[in-house]
């Protein structure tokens, strides 16, 4: 019996030490596994990075950039991304971190090419601004949030810009029907060889929108099969309302969220438009205007943009914050918003901005 006994012992513990064996042999063939997985994945980065970061000079279509005063490494990344000359600013900065020493960046107008690498950009940028583009006598700023009308303000000729973008052809180019191309001239500074006409500077302001809205289009799968009016719209009214780059997705949220909910969208930039007294306080008789474009007194969206929104409004507009805010108000600082989901959350949110401006209004009427 004894005997017996022993033999089992010794046998379960030869099977003990197999099952032993197997699980090890498995575990190490796992590890095998996951490490070459991981080389796997980290080539793959590697190429990525190297593929954006150097290529072969290859100079594709001339993009004139302007670098302003005290702009960070990140800040100019964003502007070679959004000119569509790399697909994401990180890999300019990457291609900073790659550099021995700090390079030198001076503020100017760069013409840049499409198809260069984030080192080949940043090597003609430590070249300094462009000489054919310093050389240059015209350049027209067109900031972003302006309407027709106001930017025609900035032109040589304001009827001829104004009218120009009334034009049949250009309208018809974008495929959408419009009277008009307001909302749908790019913000931007255009560097001429000598005085635009009307027409002219309309024309570079409409393919400069027809490009960033091709890259956004790739950038964000799906937007072709949107309405372009409807979302340059709403991205004209981000642009209108929202003073800070973070805000943007979040005002853009609330208005898909009100129009959702059938909610007039409530917006004095509307009115403003509608007015023409940008910048202006609405008051409560401007709410009972009977125009389209008074979004207190109808629903849904006005009947076209009210100004030409930059590149961050449209990919707002494109792709807003998954938020759920229906309502915001301004704070004291005149910047910032207070975003809330509720009604009651809104009107506190009211009544604590009057409170926290109440000393400011106190202290202008003192003055007057």
Aim: glycine residues 8%.
């Amino acid at each position: 019996m004894d005997k017996i006994q022993n033999g089992q012992t010794e046998e379960a513990q030869k099977g003990d030490g197999g099952r032993f064996l197997h699980l090890l042999a498995f575990t190490a063939l796992w590890a095998i596994v996951l490490v070459l997985a991981a080389l796997i994945t980290i080539a793959a980065g590697a190429f990525l990075v190297y593929n954006h970061t150097v290529r072969n000079g290859v100079r594709g279509g001339e993009v004139v950039v302007e670098v302003l005063p005290g702009m960070t490494a990140k800040e100019i990344g964003v502007l070679l991304q959004d000119s569509g000359l790399l697909e994401h600013e990180g890999f300019f900065r990457l291609a900073l971190y790659l550099e021995k020493e700090p390079p030198s960046i001076r503020h100017g107008a760069y013409a840049l090419y499409e198809g260069l690498s984030a080192r080949e950009l940043l090597a003609l940028l430590q070249e300094g601004p462009s000489r054919h583009l310093l050389a240059n006598q015209f350049r027209v700023t067109i900031p972003e949030g302006l309407s027709v009308a106001q930017a025609s303000a900035i032109c040589a000729n304001p009827e001829a810009f104004v009218q120009a973008a009334g034009n049949p052809q250009l309208i018809a180019s974008l495929g959408v029907i419009v009277p008009s191309l307001e909302g749908f001239l790019m913000p931007n500074t255009y560097f001429f060889d000598e005085a635009p006409d009307g027409l002219t500077l309309v024309t570079r302001m409409v393919d400069q929108f027809r490009k960033e809205w091709d890259a956004l289009a790739k950038a964000f799968p799906g937007t072709e099969g949107r309405d372009k009016k409807e979302i340059v719209t709403i991205a004209s009214l981000v642009e209108r309302e929202a003073k800070t780059e973070e805000e943007r997705p979040l005002v853009a949220a609330v208005i898909y969220n009100r129009l959702a909910r059938q909610m007039p969208l409530q917006m004095d930039s509307t009115l403003q438009f509608a007015l023409n007294k940008y910048g202006q306080r609405m008051l409560n008789e401007d709410r009972e205007v009977a125009s389209p474009y008074n979004t207190y007194k109808y629903r849904g969206l006005p009947p076209g943009p009210i100004c030409s929104p930059g590149i961050s409004s449209l990919r707002a507009a494109i792709n807003p914050a998954k938020e759920n805010y229906l309502y915001f108000v301004s704070n004291a600082d005149g910047t910032t918003h207070t975003f809330s989901r509720t009604l009651a959350e809104h009107n506190q949110a009211v009544s604590r901005f009057r409170r926290e401006i109440a000393p400011q209004r106190q202290t202008l009427q003192g003055q007057e």
